[in-house]
């Protein structure tokens, strides 16, 4: 095993206090399922051939996943009649792909019944389906997360940053996850890829501070622009690029947007009123500063509250927890 790997996650787990039975480790299912990531990452590769708008959605998931209740599967279970679960929280019902979570289970379950949790997999699939295009792994996933068993559209709500969150906000609920403005700025760069609709920005091009104003700090010619795609506070289905012309390369185009202020959502503005945060924005301009340093926050991001050992469970289907 790569002793820098495994420093890193013994540093990782240290800082959250949060690796609870153990630790993640690079290769965890080396002995007990040795072809299980090949199979997260060919099953995935198949998906994204044929949909290039999912690496976007995938990333979403498991960064959503991860700031409510740790990195732990849980936006991945279903309703059920006595719970509305995380994955029918408002932030969420834009979520997609859950489709490919279930196929890659699927597959390693007749492989390896009972092994590979679902936390691992959207782990997995959130880093193989960004790497699509690149023909090699963009960072590293620790493994030797288990499932959790509570999901709750409540906890959605108070976790999730919102589009419309300004700086001291953002640097609050990253705090609260063990992460630094670094990784903030760092992680906000997965807006180089997706798209993001008309309701989660249109009020700082209708209605900024409640008196049918603009959004000072928006570019005016964007602003322009993008009123012509949302043409009222009352759109909710149209969809627009977070990086304009860009939207399905995973690259370093969301800093330069942002440096012309044509930041798609108040929190991507938000990076710019920070001395600090706004230096960062300038030297992650580089592709391979950017590269590098995504990897690292994704490592960090990815260890967020794991439950390891013998906490939680594998799930036999992503989508419930087991049944007693």
Avoid at 72 to 85: E, R
Avoid at 199 to 221: C, E, H, I, M, V
Avoid at 264 to 270: I, T, V
Wanted: net charge positive; aromatic share 8%.
């Amino acid at each position: 095993m790569n002793v820098n790997i495994l420093l890193v996650a013994f540093v990782v787990c240290g800082l959250l206090g949060a690796c609870q039975g153990g630790h993640l480790r690079k290769n965890f299912y080396r002995s007990t399922c040795p072809s299980a990531e090949e199979i997260v990452r060919n099953v995935t590769w198949n998906h994204v051939s044929s949909n290039p708008n999912l690496p976007a959605k995938l990333l979403r998931m498991h960064f959503h996943d991860c700031f409510v209740r740790g990195c732990d599967g849980s936006v991945l279970l279903n309703s059920t009649a006595n719970n509305t679960a995380e994955k029918d929280a408002a932030p969420n019902l834009s979520l997609a792909g859950f489709n490919v979570i279930d196929d890659i289970k699927e597959n390693l379950e007749n492989k390896c019944p009972g092994i590979v949790s679902c936390a691992d997999i959207l782990a997995l699939a959130a880093r193989d389906s960004v790497s699509f295009h690149f023909k090699r792994s963009l960072w590293k996933v620790l493994t030797g997360r288990r499932d959790g068993t509570i999901s709750r559209t409540r906890e959605a709500l108070i976790n999730i940053p919102p589009p419309a969150f300004n700086f001291t906000q953002l640097k609050q609920r990253f705090a609260s996850k063990n992460l630094t403005v670094h990784d903030l700025v760092v992680l906000s760069g997965s807006h180089t890829i997706g798209v993001g609709h008309c309701p989660t920005f249109s009020n700082r091009l209708y209605n900024f501070t409640g008196k049918g104003d603009q959004d000072p700090s928006l570019n005016a010619t964007y602003a322009a622009f993008l009123k012509t795609i949302c043409p009222s506070l009352n759109d909710t289905t149209t969809t627009v690029e977070m990086d304009p012309g860009s939207s399905l390369k995973f690259d370093t185009g969301y800093y330069a947007t942002l440096k012309q202020h044509k930041g798609l959502f108040q929190s991507d503005a938000a990076l710019l009123t920070n001395k600090g945060a706004a230096n960062i924005v300038q030297e992650l301009g580089d592709n391979d500063k950017f590269f590098t340093e995504f990897a690292q926050s994704m490592v960090r991001m990815g260890a967020i509250e794991v439950l390891t050992g013998t906490s939680g469970e594998i799930r036999s289907k992503c989508w419930a927890v087991n049944s007693n």
